[in-house]
């Protein structure tokens, strides 16, 4: 007999339960209305393509239509990942850095995309890539190549000389062509920005502090001028991109806030003047919060050099309590994870943490679908289930809003109107 793909192999059988060029209709026990927040029973929802057409508990159900009834089922819109990596996944610090090239990260990224998209995650935005990696795997799950999800990519990350995105603790003599983010000065920066989006950048993406998993002696301090910072969003929004600024320390938030950035990434160490500013500019906290955690915890499976586990073990208690504060003070949260760091398809692991940092479980899929569409620029296309929008949905089999670690475990996901995983019961 011959051997067929497995993944593959469930992905035909998904789709093959709708019939090309016939409408779906999704019957659902329970509807997670992200918009209202609150939760609707009984609700159908109508798909004709890879568009919602109607939803409604009075929707009449075309009648040529292929039916989907999902039970007892919570179902939500399909899950937004605003910070992935999704080209790369952690394995070995020393020979995921030495040993392997683009090519290597290549060949394995539809398998990364794959993951999250059966995780429930119909959208990402991806920021840093080797080689426009992040460009290609786009290009080719919107052509329908391979499945994954709606990607928003950032090409290369733009770093300063000895920053977070340049390779630190070596010999002068070690050069990567491949990680040719590296820019000082307006200049460079505005060469460098108009590079990126010349061969596909969405969004343009900087390294506005030090990091964790560099070699910097810092994990927080400023590694652009506030006159370079500002250089970045100009360039950026001449070319109608936002920016998306990596940063822990509260120097270099602010600067970036004050420079007009669309979010901050991580924002680890903030204090009340970075929140106020937050608060004032519109701008997007995007928190991944369980990354620190996962580094402290595999930390010798990776062969981590013990300076890095250090920084991340500084870091996450403080980010926790600043993470509360920011909540409280209603600073808007966009959700995003760093996954690739830690293993794709393990996405929902951050819902916990927002929980736990005093978000409600409503708030927290929220930053996971309408305040994560705000933030790519996207809220007509994905984010709700409303008429017009992609037919990206999922649904879990217990309440979200009781038990917000449900959503670590999707039980059926459809992207553009093709179901990718279903684990649900039949209610034929």
């Not at 977070?164 to 010999?171: A, T, V």
């Not at 390294?207 to 964790?212: E, F, L, N």
């Not at 994990?219 to 001028?225: E, K, N």
């Not at 999707?410 to 093709?418: N, T």
Request: net charge negative; glycine share 10%.
């Amino acid at each position: 007999m011959t051997r067929i793909n497995s993944a593959l192999l469930c992905v035909w059988l998904a789709v093959s339960v709708v019939r090309a060029g016939s409408p779906t209709a999704i019957k659902s026990g329970h509807f997670i209305d992200v918009l209202g927040g609150k939760v609707l029973n009984n609700v159908v929802v109508v798909i004709e393509g890879n568009t919602i057409k109607a939803v409604g508990a009075e929707v009449a159900i075309p009648t040529n239509s292929t039916v989907l009834d999902l039970g007892n089922s919570w179902v939500l819109p399909g899950l937004i990942d605003c910070h992935t990596h999704i080209t790369f996944q952690m394995g070995n610090y020393y020979e995921d850095l030495f040993r392997e090239s683009p090519i290597d990260e290549a060949v394995y990224a539809h398998v990364y995309a794959q993951r999250t998209l059966n995780a429930g995650f119909t959208t990402c935005r991806n920021v840093g890539a080797n080689e426009f990696i992040d460009v290609a795997l786009k290009k080719a799950v919107d052509a329908g190549k391979i499945p994954g999800p709606h990607l928003f990519v950032s090409g290369h990350i733009l770093s300063a000389t000895g920053g977070h995105g340049d390779l630190n603790g070596f010999s002068p003599y070690l050069h990567f062509t491949s990680a040719n983010g590296v820019v000082d000065g307006i200049d460079e920066i505005r060469k460098k920005i108009r590079w990126n989006i010349k061969y596909g950048a969405d969004v343009i993406k900087f390294t506005a502090t030090a990091g964790v998993l560099s070699e910097e002696e810092s994990v927080g301090a400023p590694q652009f001028s506030a006159e370079e910072m500002k250089a970045i969003v100009d360039e950026a929004a001449m070319w109608g991109r936002k920016v998306a600024a990596h940063a822990h320390g509260a120097e270099g938030i602010k600067r970036a806030i004050r420079a007009g950035v669309a979010s901050i990434e991580h924002g680890s160490i903030l204090d009340e003047e970075a929140i106020q500013l937050m608060k004032e500019h519109g701008t997007y906290l995007v928190p991944t919060a369980y990354v620190g955690f996962a580094v402290e915890e595999h930390a010798p499976e990776w062969k981590l050099p013990e300076k890095l586990v250090a920084k991340a073990k500084t870091i996450n208690a403080l980010k926790m309590q600043w993470l509360r504060k920011a909540i409280d003070s209603g600073v808007k949260i966009a959700y995003g994870t760093d996954a690739g760091v830690f293993p794709h398809g393990e996405n929902g692991k951050d819902f916990k943490y927002l929980v736990q940092a005093g978000m409600s479980p409503m708030r927290a899929i929220q930053s996971a679908t309408v305040e994560a569409a705000t933030l790519i620029g996207q809220p007509d296309k994905i984010g709700t289930i409303a008429p017009g929008r992609f037919a990206d949905l999922i649904a879990v089999n217990a309440d979200p809003l009781q038990g917000i670690a449900v959503l670590e475990k999707v039980s059926f996901v459809m992207k553009g109107g093709v179901v990718y995983r279903n684990e649900l019961p039949r209610h034929d």
